[in-house]
């Protein structure tokens, strides 16, 4: 049962336009949501987070949005770069759970020139 | 300062045989995390360490695989009698510990484990 899910498994995108990458989960528990970044032979990188209590957080380029009623968050980078391109995935967690995570499967983004 | 360090890199065996994964976390992390990706999915969660104890042994898929850590320091993931199902790439996360919920964990670059 895939509790967190990011149906597209691949984006494209111009650069300089919004990349918006999305994520849905069934687990009404949850309370803390992240998006972390991959590029090919290494560890994901942690982008930015969210917590259950706010709808929205932003850090430089990139803004995720919760809406707790839908169990959906999104990721938006605003401008795209070339550099932005890796795998995105999508993680959640809930109190108690000693901040184990539980992923979505990823979206390939690829920022084109 | 240095990141979270996995060894080896590469892993090929062959089925049947015992394989470890050696983890070393950031510094003064009490928390440690396992994690695979097999090929087309999601990170799963393995195993959790809170210093040397595992409070969180929900993900290990059977009694073939298992996790030790020591000095709450490095951790070692072991695989017995390894199987083709195995192949996959073994993420090692650590974080400061422990605060619940709310605390971003900091990836490995992973082994990548081949069963023949």
């Not at chain 1, 597209?8 to 918006?20: A, T, Y």
């Not at chain 1, 994901?44 to 430089?60: H, Q, V």
């Not at chain 2, 928390?31 to 990706?37: D, E, F, G, M």
């Amino acid at each position: 049962d895939q509790q967190v899910k990011q149906n597209s498994p691949s984006l494209s995108v111009q650069e300089g336009r919004i990349s918006i990458l999305n994520c849905d989960y069934t687990n009404s528990m949850f309370d803390y949501f992240l998006w972390y970044k991959k590029y090919p032979a290494e560890g994901p990188t942690f982008l930015i987070s969210i917590s259950s209590i706010k709808d929205k957080n932003e850090d430089g380029r990139f803004t995720v949005f919760l809406n707790k009623s839908a169990k959906h968050l999104s990721l938006h980078i605003v401008p795209s770069q070339p550099g932005d391109s890796a795998v995105y995935f999508c993680a959640a967690s809930y109190t108690g759970t000693a901040s184990k995570l539980t992923f979505g499967t990823g979206t390939r983004l690829q920022v084109t020139l | 300062g240095a990141g979270v360090s996995q060894s080896p890199s590469n892993k090929v065996t062959e089925k049947g045989k015992d394989v470890e994964l050696r983890c070393d976390p950031i510094s003064g992390h009490t928390a440690l995390y396992w994690y695979r990706q097999s090929l087309g999915q999601g990170l799963e969660f393995l195993i959790y360490f809170q210093g040397n104890s595992a409070p969180d042994k929900s993900g290990l898929p059977s009694d073939r695989f298992s996790a030790e850590r020591t000095g709450g320091s490095v951790s070692t993931l072991t695989i017995q009698r390894t199987q083709q199902e195995d192949s996959a790439v073994y993420l090692c996360a650590s974080s400061p510990g422990p605060r619940e919920g709310r605390e971003t964990q900091y990836f490995g670059p992973g082994t990548r484990l081949l069963v023949l």
